[in-house]
């Protein structure tokens, strides 16, 4: 029937997380693999004003999460999993912790590295997006790894995000949920 079709009585998208810019790169890509039929589990507490550049930060989740929906889309059996977890805590030090975790096709897809750096699928180099998440994190004294084993790879990311008083509304700067890294 027309009426439901109505683009104002459709679903509202998902609410992640307050960080407005940081939501809409989760919803993007979460309703992708959602759409793709993925079991998709995302958690994420992270408040509108955090200390980093908001580009820096979409692109950086956005890389990972580009390399997970990737992934998920060339996989040709087994379960399709996606699981987000991204954490701001206010400190002091203020810090993001981010862990994605996606199945990929074992039998379609083999994970090479040269160097440590992980080798790009859709290029004979190195990946970009892996080696920017580790610049980003290294910018921000912190860490990236990257995992893969028995069909699944792991990116867990942090940032140091050093003090957060010259922000707007430091009052809103919480993050309080715990996350255990699953193994």
Same mark, same amino acid.
């Given at each position: 029937?027309?009426?439901?079709? *109505?683009?104002?009585?459709?679903?509202?998208?998902?609410? %992640?997380?307050? *960080?407005?810019?940081? &939501?809409?790169?989760?919803?993007? %890509?979460?309703? =992708?693999?959602?759409?793709?039929?993925?079991?998709?589990?995302?958690?994420?507490?992270?408040? #509108?004003?955090? &200390?980093?550049?908001?580009?820096?930060?979409?692109?950086?989740?956005?890389?990972?999460?580009?390399?997970?929906?990737?992934?998920?889309?060339? #996989?040709? #059996?087994?379960?399709?999993?996606?699981?987000?977890?991204?954490?701001?805590?206010?400190?002091?030090?203020?810090?993001?912790?981010?862990?994605?975790?996606?199945?990929?096709?074992?039998?379609?897809?083999?994970?090479?590295?040269?160097?440590?750096?992980?080798?790009?699928?859709?290029?004979?180099?190195?990946?970009?997006?892996?080696?920017?998440?580790?610049?980003?994190?290294?910018?921000?004294?912190?860490?990236?790894?990257?995992?893969?084993?028995?069909?699944?790879?792991?990116?867990?990311?942090?940032?140091?995000?050093? *003090?957060?008083?010259?922000?707007?509304?430091?009052?809103?700067?919480?993050?309080? =949920?715990?996350?255990?890294?699953?193994?």
């Amino acid at each position: 029937d027309e009426m439901s079709k *109505h683009r104002l009585l459709q679903t509202a998208p998902m609410q %992640y997380c307050e *960080h407005a810019s940081l &939501n809409a790169v989760l919803v993007y %890509y979460c309703d =992708w693999v959602r759409h793709l039929g993925a079991d998709v589990d995302v958690k994420a507490a992270v408040p #509108q004003y955090i &200390n980093i550049n908001n580009a820096e930060l979409c692109s950086m989740v956005g890389n990972l999460l580009e390399n997970a929906t990737e992934a998920i889309t060339q #996989q040709t #059996q087994g379960e399709r999993r996606l699981k987000v977890r991204i954490r701001y805590r206010s400190g002091p030090p203020a810090a993001l912790f981010i862990t994605v975790d996606n199945t990929y096709g074992e039998a379609d897809t083999s994970i090479e590295q040269i160097d440590g750096d992980l080798v790009s699928t859709k290029h004979g180099g190195t990946g970009l997006g892996t080696a920017t998440v580790r610049e980003t994190a290294e910018r921000h004294h912190g860490t990236a790894s990257f995992e893969h084993s028995d069909g699944m790879f792991r990116a867990s990311v942090m940032l140091c995000l050093g *003090h957060s008083s010259h922000l707007p509304f430091p009052s809103r700067m919480t993050g309080t =949920w715990a996350v255990a890294r699953l193994g």
